[in-house]
């Protein structure tokens, strides 16, 4: 039963991986098509500048994201990893009772 459990999970993990990758994608070109179109509005210099800043920044940003959500998928992958060997983090494996000394 816990395989059935896992593919499942890494199916998911797998989709959205994939979703994160495709929505990172979007929203750089998204960027990059609004910094043409702030360009080719603008006659200052410095404006079209700043519009290249931005299409930096959400660029860099669209791809933290996309990091970020692969990374916590590698977390959860670790965590059903150690909770199907038997390991867990901060408490006791095996099933095994802990009963307190203090009165």
Request: glycine content about 8%; proline content about 1%; cysteine-free.
């Amino acid at each position: 039963m816990q395989a059935g459990r896992n593919a499942g999970a890494s199916a998911k993990e797998a989709a959205t991986n994939v979703a994160a990758s495709a929505k990172s994608g979007l929203d750089k070109t998204k960027a990059t098509v609004q910094e043409k179109g702030e360009k080719m509005t603008s006659h200052d210099p410095t404006k079209k500048d700043m519009a290249t800043k931005k299409k930096e920044e959400k660029k860099h940003e669209a791809e933290m994201n996309k990091e970020m959500t692969h990374d916590e998928n590698q977390e959860l992958k670790q965590e059903r990893r150690q909770s199907a060997s038997g390991v867990h983090k901060g408490g006791v494996s095996g099933g095994q009772e802990v009963r307190s000394t203090e009165i």
